[in-house]
């Protein structure tokens, strides 16, 4: 309750469904562009015309395939998540005469419900999930503290129509279903494991990695793990199920590209240069660097560590499946050519993990909370108040533009440590990452001009600036003409000009905050 009521009150507060401009943007406009092309304009070849082309030019883009024809770059599993909900107000909107455009109110109403639903669905299971595991006061902290003290939260409140939201939910969805299944092995069970990973890998093909969860699951021994595939065998009929179901999901999917591509196949990244170097993970990016690190950015996973210890000595057949996992998952993610996966509050690739990273995540919690002394209760308290502030902290400098969507350097980032809005020099400490090095599996260290990192004295500066004023005299014959006039007007040499200008310079650039110089 206490959760659902911070994610309703702050959806409420914000009204972000009233601005046309919010829930269906970037790359959710392509994701949803599948519903209102094929049931509202019929127009899934993307050629537009008088009506729908000023409707979907500030939404959507389309990729050309070789052929002549051009395709939507985002696969439909986002889409039939939204679909039901989509209907829901579609119908009664066009009933009522309203215009049914798809990006109307009501549509981005639909996309908010959708994520909710998908969403407390998921708590209340993953609830059950713990339950078995951990007693009720972990559970109830541990739940709280994963969604308050992360990027989840962001991805439910303020860009509900993202898939990070969705495919965590099909993770907990997946792991319910995974201990359901190795406790009763069933078609029922099945069907759901094949329709959910089905839906996880559609949406996000590579956190179909997750299956690793449901081979592995409680095989804490060599004994235990030939127990489970020994139990596969046995039961070949019911994993056939799972993997005709996970199919079949896939079928709309291609069947559209087969119609458009004219392949069952296809990957719309290959022709824009973007790859996975798995020979070269850049873990150390993808985890701590200052412009999108996980650790960095949502600190409460720094619980991990102590996590995957408890679980060892406490929880040892949950141990060898969560490991696995995280450290397949860690190099996929990791491997992926943009390391920080573009414009995002901080390292959303790793969203879906939540599902199953809630567990060592509530083994490191149960240390504090499992605890009989008032102590250790105090301790976990301050722990996960501290995360979740600083979360919710974290989120208004985002949106205050204090944290860059992308461009987060190392002194960006302690420019702006406990600061909720942007100082006027953080722009010159931004540093937009070099794509087309990355494409080839490049990483540069990003370079911030001295001036503005607070290293060089006051004589630096004004040297500096001093080069900098030459250059621009040098290059425009205009300032060479008025800034000789007036050097002469004041009896100065040029040299001596230039280096009275780049002290005025300075001090205006001090006195307006951009540069601070060393002492």
Known sequence: MIILGVIITQILSLKLYENPKRIIESDVSNYYAYLPLQFIYDQLDYQFDEVSLPIFRDYVYSVPVGNGNSINPYTMGMAICYSPFFFAVHLPVKWMGYPATGFSQPYRVSIILACLFYIILALVLLKKILLRIFNDRITAFSIITMVLATNLLYYIVYEPGMPHAFNFSFGVYFLYLTIRWHEKPGVWNSLGLGIVSGMISL??????????????????????????????????????????????????????????????LYNPYQDLGFRFFFDNPQIYISLFSYRKGWMLYTPVMLLLLPGFIMLYRNYRPYFWPVIIYFLINLWIVSSWCLPWYGGSYGQRAYIVSYSIMIIPLTAALAVFFKSRKIWGILAGLLLTGLFIVHNFFQIRQYRNGAIHYVSMTKEAYWDSFLREHPSPRLKYLLSFPDYESAKIGKYPTPVIDPVYTGKLTREEIILRLKLDLLQEYLGDSLKQQQWSAKAAEENLSIETYLGKQAGIRMEEQISAGIIVPKN
């Open 203 to 264: 949406i996000r093909p590579t956190d179909v990695v997750i299956a690793l969860v449901f081979i592995l699951w409680k095989a804490d021994s060599f004994t235990a793990l030939k127990s489970n595939v020994m139990l596969f065998l046995k039961k070949w009929y019911l994993i056939l199920i799972i993997l005709f179901f996970g199919f079949l999901v896939w079928v709309p999917q291609m069947i559209y590209w087969k119609h458009f591509t004219g392949h069952f």
